[in-house]
């Protein structure tokens, strides 16, 4: 097995050119030529992801956020990407990133986050072309945006939220004094699709990273922050499950310590 050819299983689903153009999505170490032999699967790529990766055997590592986001002037092994870096390069780990392009894909982040809410005929929050629902222009973009089995008081949906995503508090806005029968959402900072949420007529939007200027909202709508890690680790069960269905019996791991890679701690 090459670099490359789970690179393009991953972009298979997660094509790499429908990123967005401030992001770095795509292999970020290693060569597409290099041989690979496992490949684990994590949220953020440590310097300690590396070094699992390189104790349970893998070769390559696959991650939500990219571990080079904004461009290096250098790399300093005593600071966080500097130290992943190192290790990727010394180790021979290839590293690859899925970010904004498993964003914009139905079932990528958001839509992995919708389905843990049990949400019904989802669609493309802010799609990239607007088109009728079901246009393949209308399911590429960013967020989600979903109907409830049943409508729920603000208060049980957000306890919902909470309870879906394993999350100990939200932040919210006042609770609408209406039923919440439509959710819309957005894994990781979602503050840019505020508008698109109330245009949706979704009566909750949840997403992380909501600033307090954001919180001022209309009557009969309101705004959910259930984090940004919480909103977006779903994507890992994914990118694992496309790279096992496209090589069964390749050895895929998901990273043992997924459940502490959250830095935001809750006291």
Request: proline letters at 5%; aromatic letters at 6%; one cysteine or more.
């Amino acid at each position: 097995m090459k670099v490359k050819d789970i690179v393009a299983a991953i972009e298979e689903f997660a094509p790499a050119c429908i990123q967005e153009e401030w992001d770095n999505s795509g292999l970020q170490t290693g060569s597409p030529e290099d041989d690979v032999h496992g490949v684990l699967v994590g949220f953020d790529c440590t310097e300690a992801l590396v070094e699992e990766a390189l104790r349970r055997g893998c070769d390559m590592v696959v991650t939500h956020h990219p571990l080079i986001f904004r461009p290096l002037s250098h790399i300093d092994p005593r600071d966080g990407v500097g130290a992943a870096i190192y290790a990727a390069v010394r180790g021979g780990v290839a590293v690859y990133s899925a970010h904004t392009s498993a964003d914009k894909v139905l079932a990528g982040v958001s839509g992995a986050t919708a389905r843990k809410l049990g949400l019904e005929n989802v669609r493309i929050l802010d799609p990239e072309i607007p088109g009728r629902a079901g246009d393949d222009a209308a399911q590429v973009g960013l967020g989600i945006v979903g109907d409830l089995p049943a409508p729920l008081s603000a208060g049980d949906a957000v306890e919902l939220v909470k309870k879906a995503l394993g999350v100990p508090a939200v932040r919210t806005s006042a609770l609408i004094e209406g039923p919440v029968s439509r959710i819309a959402l957005c894994g990781g900072s979602g503050s840019s699709l505020i508008g698109a949420a109330r245009r949706s007529g979704a009566q909750m939007y949840v997403c992380g990273d909501i600033s307090y200027h954001h919180f001022f909202v209309p009557e009969g709508f309101m705004v959910v922050d259930a984090g940004h890690f919480e909103t977006e680790i779903e994507i890992t069960e994914v990118l694992l499950s496309v790279i096992r269905k496209k090589f069964p019996t390749f050895v895929s791991l998901m990273s043992e310590c997924i459940g502490g890679a959250n830095p935001v701690n809750y006291l």
